[in-house]
């Protein structure tokens, strides 16, 4: 009997993503996904052996039994947040999903609801936040502070003492180097390279990266 059942919120690639890490762990049931932009054509049907229950609307019919889990996968930022605010005020128990083959080191801190794939390494005393995506391949360094709903895409390197903040995205294969701040809500673009710290809300793209889009005041 698995220890735990897992509903995924969301029928996209992130859930694909959630799919295979929680099949990897071994000990989960996937009870199904639920479609959150409610497109009835793809209820019924099943993503890698796991059916679409329904929309948002079903959930008060999916949401039950004791060792229930779910987990949001979604890749935009502002709907990921207020899905995760719906399922708090349900009450709902958030899972965190670390691929086996992932290198965590122990005195990693790790918050609720994240997502961590095969091949990522996470180096010593790092903090990592709730609703956290960690994809395939990322390396992140020592002392490194991932704050919540932080998603760095595959082969990102995060060097030791950078500090990522709220809802920021790291693109695939992008860097960033020892000691930089990149602000909350800010994107860095995939293979930049960041010397320097990136403000809020900002894109910043290129080797060196440079700021290609700011903030509105």
Same mark, same amino acid.
């Given at each position: 009997?698995?220890?735990?059942?897992?509903?995924?919120?969301?029928?996209?690639?992130?859930?694909?993503?959630?799919?295979?890490?929680?099949?990897?762990?071994?000990?989960?049931?996937?009870?199904?996904?639920?479609?959150?932009?409610?497109?009835?054509?793809?209820?019924?049907?099943?993503?890698?052996?796991?059916?679409?229950?329904g929309?948002?609307?079903?959930?008060?019919?999916?949401?039950?039994?004791?060792?229930?889990?779910?987990?949001?996968?979604?890749?935009?930022?502002?709907?990921?947040?207020?899905?995760?605010?719906?399922?708090?005020?349900r009450?709902?128990?958030?899972?965190?999903?670390?691929? /086996?083959?992932?290198?965590?080191?122990?005195? *990693?801190?790790?918050?609720? $609801? %994240? +997502? &961590? #794939?095969?091949? @990522? !390494?996470? =180096? /010593?005393?790092?903090?990592?936040?709730?609703? *956290?995506?960690?994809?395939? $391949? %990322? +390396? &992140? #360094?020592?002392? @490194? !502070?991932? =704050?919540?709903?932080?998603s760095?895409?595959?082969?990102?390197?995060?060097?030791?003492?950078?500090? &990522?903040?709220?809802?920021? !995205?790291?693109?695939?294969?992008?860097?960033?180097?020892?000691?930089?701040?990149?602000?909350?809500?800010a994107? &860095?673009?995939?293979?930049? !390279?960041?010397?320097?710290?990136?403000?809020?809300?900002?894109?910043?793209?290129?080797?060196?990266?440079?700021?290609?889009?700011?903030?509105?005041?």
């Amino acid at each position: 009997m698995p220890n735990k059942c897992l509903l995924v919120i969301g029928a996209g690639s992130q859930a694909t993503l959630a799919l295979n890490t929680a099949r990897s762990i071994g000990d989960i049931e996937v009870r199904g996904l639920i479609d959150v932009f409610d497109n009835p054509s793809i209820w019924g049907k099943k993503i890698d052996g796991s059916p679409i229950l329904g929309n948002l609307s079903v959930l008060d019919q999916v949401l039950s039994g004791v060792n229930l889990y779910v987990t949001v996968a979604v890749g935009d930022q502002g709907t990921k947040r207020r899905l995760v605010s719906l399922m708090t005020a349900r009450g709902c128990k958030f899972a965190t999903l670390v691929h /086996p083959n992932a290198s965590i080191a122990p005195t *990693v801190k790790m918050g609720m $609801g %994240c +997502i &961590v #794939s095969a091949g @990522v !390494v996470i =180096e /010593p005393h790092t903090q990592v936040g709730d609703y *956290v995506v960690i994809r395939a $391949g %990322c +390396i &992140v #360094s020592h002392d @490194v !502070v991932l =704050e919540d709903f932080v998603s760095l895409s595959p082969g990102a390197t995060i060097a030791g003492r950078a500090h &990522v903040k709220f809802s920021a !995205v790291i693109y695939t294969g992008a860097t960033l180097t020892p000691g930089v701040v990149i602000g909350e809500n800010a994107v &860095v673009g995939a293979g930049a !390279v960041v010397l320097k710290n990136v403000p809020a809300s900002s894109t910043v793209f290129g080797v060196p990266a440079k700021v290609i889009k700011r903030a509105k005041v």
